[in-house]
Nanobody, 124 residues
Framework: VQLQASGGGLVQAGGSLRLSCAAS????????MGWFRQAPGKEREFVAA????????YYADSVKGRFTISRDNAKKSVLLQMSNLTPDDTAVYYC??????????????????WGQGTQVTVSS
């Protein structure tokens, strides 16, 4: 599985961005998908995840109500719609894929495949 994240950029606080993750995989519905981020000087943290079918979505408390994760298995892509961005959202965002059980969707170590990351910078 190869993952390619895109859509990052510079945005003002209060603005929106949509990140995309394109997957080179035979069947995207075989894997759970997640987004993580790493801010300068901080550890990588969970942002959002979506189950294989898309029926289950999970969010970090810090982004709940502002970010929406979705997937299109036919197009082999996963989206992260980010709204009402704040400077605290500044980070490199990574998409990831895994085959773990749903209870482990927030766990970074359970994701087997990772994209290269896309930079999101939110100015105040």
């Amino acid at each position: 599985v190869q993952l390619q994240a895109s859509g990052g950029g510079l945005v003002q606080a209060g603005g929106s961005l949509r990140l995309s993750c394109a997957a080179s995989v035979r069947t995207l519905s075989n894997v759970n998908m997640g987004w993580f981020r790493q801010a300068p000087g901080k550890e990588r943290e969970f942002v959002a995840a979506i189950s294989r079918s898309g029926a289950g979505t999970y969010y970090a408390d810090s982004v709940k109500g502002r970010f929406t994760i979705s997937r299109d298995n036919a197009k082999k892509s996963v989206l992260l719609q980010m709204s009402n961005l704040t400077p605290d959202d500044t980070a490199v965002y990574y998409c990831a894929a895994g085959v773990q059980v749903l209870s482990a969707l927030r766990a970074e170590a359970m994701y087997r495949y990772w994209g290269q990351g896309t930079q999101v910078t939110v100015s105040s």
